[in-house]
């Protein structure tokens, strides 16, 4: 095997300082560098076949230059671009991510995060935000460099980046009743979630404001199965059935989906069904799915920024950034049959 190409071998090729040469290839300190001296470091570097051994530049700086990314489920369709948002703010800083799942299980989650720990990761990512009791909690007692993404921490005082899901709520409710709806079904994500919360307050609100009629369905899980069965529940309620519904999250809403035409029945003619995500693929259900777009790509980047700019302060901020939704209307809703 060849031997390591170091800076000193790059800062000879490039006729410079091995110092600038370290500085023009940290993302942190490039811009110390000017951009002439940068692009021949670049051209030695490449040609020379160097590349930065972050084990070394972790001990220089006391960093792994890692960070912990946990989620809750990775088969929801959400996550994957939230994770991409945060790599593609993280790659240009030069840190690296794991990504764990935990099942919405605490104790998988108690178990993934003492893991990362143990790795040594900068900070986390918390995408598994809980009203009660949670690891986050603990984290911010230790001291731990954190950020929540798409749901608070029920209290925790970590920054957060989330999207405006009341507004996307208060919208959805809006485009029922405007197009004549006065029974509205509201299926909530479980209770333990702040996200749950946030939407099924802003629907009520929503509701009581328009003077409409409204039931609420506690889903087990933003499942399709979970859909389902809360589907099963609503239907069971008969002739005064809602005759719209604004579902906690896209998954819900194709569990509905399946219900109502499992019941002979249509949507939209007898059930108007609203989403919230706009995840991949909803404008190629059948009907194409009116749903809340959240911008997740963004939302990853906002969240690794704020953690980015947590670990250059060595300071935890209780900020919230807040990233407008957009209510996306489609085939799936429509003028009530009855």
């Known amino acids: 095997m060849a031997d390591r190409v170091g800076i000193a071998e790059v800062a000879k090729l490039a006729g410079v300082h091995p110092g600038t040469?370290?500085?023009?290839?940290?993302?942190k300190t490039e811009d110390q560098v000017n951009v002439d001296t940068r692009a021949r470091v670049r051209r030695a570097a490449?040609?020379?076949?160097?590349?930065?051994?972050?084990?070394?530049?972790?001990?220089?700086?006391?960093?792994?230059?890692?960070?912990?990314?946990?989620?809750?489920?990775?088969?929801?369709?959400?996550?994957?671009?939230?994770?991409?948002?945060?790599?593609?703010c993280l790659t240009g800083r030069g840190y690296s991510a794991?990504?764990?799942?935990?099942?919405?299980?605490?104790?998988?989650?108690?178990?993934?995060?003492?893991?990362?720990?143990?790795?040594?990761?900068?900070?986390?990512?918390?995408?598994?935000?809980?009203?009660?009791?949670?690891?986050?909690?603990?984290?911010?007692?230790?001291g731990i460099h954190a950020v929540?993404?798409?749901?608070?921490?029920?209290?925790?005082?970590?920054?957060?980046?989330?999207?405006?899901?009341?507004?996307g709520i208060q919208a959805a409710?809006?485009?029922?009743?405007?197009?004549?709806?006065?029974?509205?079904?509201?299926?909530?994500?479980?209770?333990?979630?702040?996200?749950s919360r946030v939407r099924a307050d802003a629907f009520r609100a929503?509701?009581?404001?328009?003077?409409l009629e409204r039931v609420i369905i506690e889903a087990g899980a933003y499942s399709v199965e979970a859909g389902k069965a809360a589907s099963a529940e609503l239907l069971a309620i008969g002739p005064q059935c809602p005759t719209a519904l604004v579902a906690g999250n896209?998954?819900?809403?194709?569990?509905?989906y399946h219900s109502v035409r499992e019941a002979g029945l249509v949507c939209p003619d007898d059930?108007?069904?609203?989403?919230?995500?706009?995840?991949?693929?909803?404008?190629?259900?059948?009907?194409?799915?009116?749903?809340?777009?959240?911008?997740?790509?963004?939302?990853?980047v906002e969240a690794a920024q704020l953690l980015l700019d947590q670990l250059e302060t060595k300071t935890i901020r209780n900020i919230q950034v807040a990233l407008p939704v957009e209510l996306v209307v489609r085939g799936s809703t429509a003028v009530p049959r009855r």
């Open 148 to 167: 929540m993404v798409n749901r608070d921490a029920g209290g925790v005082p970590y920054p957060s980046a989330v999207g405006m899901d009341a507004d």
């Open 250 to 256: 896209d998954l819900l809403a194709l569990g509905a």
């Open 173 to 195: 409710v809006r485009h029922l009743h405007d197009l004549g709806h006065r029974s509205i079904a509201h299926f909530a994500g479980p209770a333990a979630f702040s996200t």
């Open 46 to 88: 490449k040609q020379l076949g160097y590349t930065a051994n972050s084990i070394a530049r972790g001990l220089r700086t006391n960093s792994s230059m890692t960070i912990g990314i946990i989620i809750p489920d990775l088969t929801n369709p959400i996550f994957p671009p939230i994770v991409r948002g945060v790599e593609s």
């Open 21 to 27: 040469v370290s500085r023009a290839l940290n993302p």
């Open 98 to 142: 794991f990504v764990v799942n935990t099942d919405g299980d605490a104790g998988i989650e108690r178990t993934v995060f003492e893991s990362l720990l143990q790795r040594q990761v900068d900070g986390f990512i918390f995408g598994t935000g809980h009203t009660g009791p949670s690891v986050a909690a603990d984290a911010y007692a230790r």
């Open 206 to 211: 929503a509701c009581d404001s328009l003077g």
């Open 271 to 300: 059930l108007s069904i609203v989403g919230f995500n706009d995840m991949p693929f909803a404008e190629d259900f059948l009907p194409p799915l009116t749903t809340v777009r959240v911008p997740l790509f963004d939302l990853g």
